[in-house]
């Protein structure tokens, strides 16, 4: 079982639509992160949010914690091809130390 | 800073053979931490280490050794190779022994292991 479910595991759209992806859990955490990864590199950071209802914008990309801190959206205004990768979700464990990931998002944008 | 820094790219080993993918560091960093990634299972964390000398098992420990003799270099190793376990191997640091509120998790370039 996942402990974090994100949908859905793959979009393809047109240039200019928009989109939502989510990340959903069970479980209650402290804080979630978003990543982003572009074919044949790491994944690179794109947000932490920590408060429950807490809503983060970075240019046309908008991110959503859930009021009761176990779910999370992420969404894209206006996609551009250079949008494209694997969108994933992180939380980590204060007690042990693991940072665990959704199974990832792969969206494609073509022009 | 070069960051974090994975060799090799690229194996190929054949069944029961072993190996070792080295991680590095010149952050600093406390936590390091190995993840496979195979389609449609985003990462899965193999083992993680949150300071020298301290390692732990993550959710697919089996068939990998790891030890963190040094800040810096966080070694993964497969005694006996199976196909199973190509996959593409990334590396990844943090400040924190923690991770979460406000740490960036910064990862290495990945290494191709494909397993005949």
């Known amino acids: 079982t996942q402990l974090l479910e994100q949908s859905p595991q793959f979009l393809s759209i047109q240039e200019g639509e928009n989109l939502t992806v989510y990340c959903n859990s069970s479980s209650v955490f402290s804080s979630l992160q978003w990543y982003r990864q572009e074919p044949g590199e790491g994944p690179v950071l794109l947000v932490t949010v920590v408060t429950g209802g807490e809503v983060k914008k970075l240019k046309r990309l908008t991110f959503q914690f859930g009021d009761a801190r176990k779910d999370s959206s992420l969404h894209i205004t206006a996609a551009q091809p250079g949008d494209t990768g694997l969108y994933l979700c992180?939380?980590?464990?204060?007690?042990?130390?693991?940072?665990?990931f959704g199974q990832g998002t792969t969206l494609q944008v073509k022009p | 800073n070069a960051g974090v820094t994975q060799t090799p790219k690229f194996q190929v080993l054949k069944t029961g053979q072993s190996m070792t993918l080295q991680c590095a560091q010149d952050?600093?960093?406390?936590?390091m931490s190995w993840y496979r990634q195979d389609p449609g299972m985003g990462l899965r964390l193999i083992h993680y280490s949150v300071g020298a000398g301290i390692t732990d098992q993550g959710e697919v420990p089996n068939g990998y050794n790891v030890s963190r003799s040094t800040t810096e270099d966080f070694p993964l190793r497969l005694l006996s190779a199976a196909p199973s376990q190509t996959s593409v191997y990334f590396c990844?640091?943090?400040?924190?022994?923690?991770?979460?509120?406000?740490?960036?998790?910064?990862f290495g370039p990945g290494t191709r292991l494909t397993v005949l």
């Open positions: 990844a640091s943090s400040y924190s022994s923690f991770p979460g509120a406000y740490n960036e998790q910064f």
């Open positions: 952050m600093n960093h406390e936590y």
């Open positions: 992180a939380v980590g464990s204060s007690n042990t130390g693991k940072l665990i």
